[in-house]
T-cell receptor
Framework: DARVTQTPRHKVTEMGQEVTMRCQPILGHNTVFWYRQTMMQGLELLAYFRNRAPLDDSGMPKDRFSAEMPDATLATLKIQPSEPRDSAVYFC????????????????FGPGTRLTVL | GNSVTQMEGPVTLSEEAFLTINCTYTATGYPSLFWYVQYPGEGLQLLLKATKADDKGSNKGFEATYRKETTSFHLEKGSVQVSDSAVYFCALNSGGSNYKLTFGKGTLLTVNP
């Protein structure tokens, strides 16, 4: 049963510290998404990649957030320095976008990383 | 731009009651439509989808029909169970080179025994 995995599941840190969240997409998927979920804002798309290339990171605060895919099996989201307003659940999702570029298939979500910044 | 509007929650029902969660959308082109479900402490899971007008998506007793004329994709279930308690998200993807899903704000459903 293929699944998206995320680590860590929970992270508590102090303001100003660097936070790195990791995601392993489903093998064979070529698109990876990062979302943030809060009570106030709901589910927000931060960034996404296709074939490891960043396609859109307009939802991400550029000064402190960065997203990368060092290889096809690993996506990372870093926050440096972290702030209390970054406290949220961060989800990674992966999907397969075929050559015609139409996302008719689903995105598969990981269990999330619950981040608390004190 | 694309947008999804869901009925405000929370929704509280008794077991075996009928469920409707309304969803309407605004999109360019011919979007694909989705319902996702999020159980407590978990990520979102696809519940059902429809990729063209008049398609009906169904899964686990839930159904939704893609209505282009009313730009709606309402979720229904004839008899809910306690285990259906979760947050339900309506979403769309407008296709083309845009891979993004646009989500509604979610509707919390609580089913009491």
């Amino acid at each position: 049963d293929a699944r998206v995995t995320q680590t860590p599941r929970h992270k508590v840190t102090e303001m100003g510290q660097e936070v790195t969240m990791r995601c392993q997409p489903i093998l064979g998927h070529n698109t990876v998404f990062w979302y943030r979920q809060t009570m106030m804002q709901g589910l927000e798309l931060l960034a996404y990649f296709r074939n490891r290339a960043p396609l859109d990171d307009s939802g991400m605060p550029k000064d402190r957030f960065s997203a990368e895919m060092p290889d096809a099996t690993l996506a990372t989201l870093k926050i440096q320095p972290s702030e209390p307003r970054d406290s949220a659940v961060y989800f990674c999702a992966s999907g397969l976008v075929p050559r015609d570029w139409v996302l008719t298939d689903t995105q598969y979500f990981g269990p999330g990383t619950r981040l608390t910044v004190l | 731009g694309n947008s999804v509007t869901q009925m405000e929650g929370p929704v509280t029902l008794s077991e075996e009651a009928f469920l409707t969660i309304n969803c309407t959308y605004t999109a360019t082109g011919y979007p694909s439509l989705f319902w996702y479900v999020q159980y407590p402490g978990e990520g979102l899971q696809l519940l059902l989808k429809a990729t063209k007008a008049d398609d009906k998506g169904s899964n686990k007793g839930f159904e939704a029909t893609y209505r282009k004329e009313t730009t709606s994709f309402h979720l229904e279930k004839g008899s809910v169970q306690v285990s259906d308690s979760a947050v339900y998200f309506c979403a769309l993807n407008s296709g083309g080179s845009n891979y993004k899903l646009t989500f509604g704000k979610g509707t919390l459903l609580t089913v009491n025994p």
